[in-house]
């Protein structure tokens, strides 16, 4: 019942310094902006010779394009996963506010779960709402829908949940720009170690590629997105375009990644309660 409280302390924390109002205002601002290059492409863009571009050409662009569109969403999930989770626990702790709290009957780790499940369901309910505004406005535009959008939205929720599970930990132990700085850090290698991986996998190198692989037993964020980014491609994007298109993944994460990477925010997550419980306030 405490996790529960919290967690909505954490909601009822966001809502008032406006983070939820703030992004949906600048999502809405991007769907529109990216709605008017859908615009031109379905109805201005001209093709050879100046004759317009047929209906599966625009099709097929605009899956592309969705699928770049998705890779920016994923960073802002993961970002935001790392820095709205930051100040929550660590900031909590520099100010004082949660020494009051752990001496009532509340157990720390409670704490850690309430913000945790506050935060998630925050990122959720912004990654759902994001991706259905970018994706209704592009099928009104071009008609082009991709093929499991609930899919792909639940596991790029798991990117930003997974920053946020990192977070937490860091922050339980470390100032609160210090844990955002390094959880962001680390994304960044692994996104890194990630592209060193697909470039192994073409050329075949085993130790590049085993690069890939270590990095998302490491930190998971990467299987998460390519299993997303898989289930947003038509099956001609796949076998059509696969080597030539940015983004593009040729086959998602084997279900023992995915699993891993459910299992390893489970672990962050058990680590920041034990992290805080044994630390002084």
């Not at 100040?87 to 509340?106: F, H, K, N, Q, Y």
């Not at 850690?112 to 535009?141: D, N, Q, T, W």
Request: charged share 10%; hydrophobic share 60%.
């Amino acid at each position: 019942m405490n996790v529960i409280r919290i967690a909505a302390i954490t909601l009822r924390e966001m809502s008032r310094r406006k983070l939820m109002i703030t992004a949906i205002v600048l999502t809405v601002a991007v769907a529109l902006a990216t709605g008017l290059g859908f615009f031109a492409l379905a109805h201005h863009t001209k093709g050879t010779h100046g004759a317009p571009i047929t209906h599966l050409q625009v099709l097929a662009i605009s899956a592309v394009m969705l699928t770049m569109i998705a890779y920016m969403f994923n960073l802002i999930f993961a970002l935001g996963g790392a820095f709205v989770a930051a100040p929550t626990l660590a900031g909590d702790i520099e100010s004082g506010l949660l020494l009051p709290l752990a001496t009532r009957p509340v157990r720390r780790w409670e704490i850690v779960l309430g913000k945790f499940a506050g935060i998630a369901i925050l990122l959720c309910v912004y990654a759902f709402f994001s991706g259905f505004v970018e994706f209704g406005i592009v099928r009104v535009i071009t008609g082009y829908a991709p093929p499991h959008p609930a899919i792909a939205l639940t596991y790029l929720c798991g990117v930003g949940i997974t920053m946020l599970s990192l977070t937490l930990l860091l922050s339980s132990r470390m100032a609160a720009i210090s844990s955002g700085v390094a959880a962001v850090v680390l994304y960044g290698v692994a996104w890194i170690a990630g592209i060193v991986g697909d470039i192994g996998a073409t050329v075949h190198n085993a130790s590049f590629a085993d690069v890939g692989t270590v990095s998302e037993l490491i930190l998971p964020s990467d299987a998460f997105w390519r299993s997303a980014v898989y289930r947003l491609e038509p099956v001609s994007l796949i076998l059509g375009m696969r080597g030539t298109v940015p983004f593009a993944v040729a086959a998602p994460p084997p279900p023992a990644m995915v699993s891993w990477a459910i299992g390893w925010i489970v672990v962050m997550v058990a680590l920041a309660c034990l992290s805080l419980s044994t630390r002084d306030l």
